[in-house]
């Protein structure tokens, strides 16, 4: 089945950019998303990318999509304390999204 | 306000004692899933279901069992608790299953099993 990986944690400083990583499996994906979890919350999707863009902006957010190495990265920009979260991303298989383990951003003010 | 809404938010059982997490969407959606949530192994999920009376298994589906009567509603029933079944849980909804249609989540049930 798919498989979905990312780091587990990530720490930046308060202003600084974060960059959060995913490969994924599937080459047949049309969507690529990104979620976040806040704490003590549900997922919120963010953003996520048509398979036949390199890279999609908005606002703080940027991704970058390589699917020739089937490497998807999530940028945030000018990082504040709400950043604070779980981000997965997330593939779409035939009946269900398949989820990476989730990054743990920590911003440290 | 367009929500899934689960309930209880938290949960503590012991072994053996059937229970039921309730999942409830306002969106009309037509697909519904089940999904739990423990730490390093991301989302994976239990159970989903495509429309009213079509249900179908997820990659973790022992211990758990669903139904859908209803299109709004979607309960998630363990029979016989065990404790490996503590986790955080969730359920979610889309307008269909297929790419390009998001997830919205409900906020998450902790159960707890002891």
């Known amino acids: 089945g798919e498989d979905v990986e990312q780091s587990l944690f990530l720490s930046v400083r308060e202003g600084d950019s974060s960059v959060i990583n995913c490969t994924y499996t599937?080459?047949?994906?049309?969507?690529l998303y990104w979620y976040k979890q806040e704490p003590g919350a549900g997922l919120q999707l963010l953003t996520y990318?048509?398979?036949?863009?390199d890279m999609k902006q908005d606002q703080r957010l940027t991704v970058l999509l390589n699917k020739k190495d089937k490497h998807l990265s999530l940028r945030i920009a000018d990082t504040q304390t709400g950043d604070s979260a779980i981000y997965f991303c997330?593939?779409?298989?035939?009946?269900?999204?398949?989820f990476g383990t989730g990054t743990r951003l920590t911003v440290i003010p | 306000e367009a929500q899934v809404t689960q309930n209880p938010r938290y949960l503590i059982t012991v072994t053996g004692k059937k229970l039921t997490v309730t999942c409830s969407q306002n969106?009309?959606?037509?697909?519904m899933s089940w999904y739990r949530q423990d730490p390093g192994l991301g989302l994976r999920q239990i159970y989903y279901?495509?429309?009213?009376?079509?249900?179908d298994k997820g990659d973790v589906p022992e211990g758990y069992k669903v139904s859908r009567k209803e299109k709004r509603n979607f309960p998630l029933i363990l029979e016989s608790p065990s404790p490996n079944q503590t986790s955080l849980y969730f359920c979610?909804?889309?307008?269909?299953?297929?790419?390009?249609?998001?997830?919205?989540f409900g906020s998450g049930t902790r159960l707890t099993v002891v």
């Open positions: 979610a909804s889309s307008l269909a299953q297929g790419e390009g249609h998001g997830y919205t």
């Open positions: 599937d080459s047949s994906s049309t969507y």
């Open positions: 990318i048509f398979s036949n863009m």
């Open positions: 997330a593939e779409h298989g035939a009946n269900n999204l398949f």
């Open positions: 969106m009309n959606h037509e697909y």
């Open positions: 279901s495509m429309n009213v009376e079509v249900t």
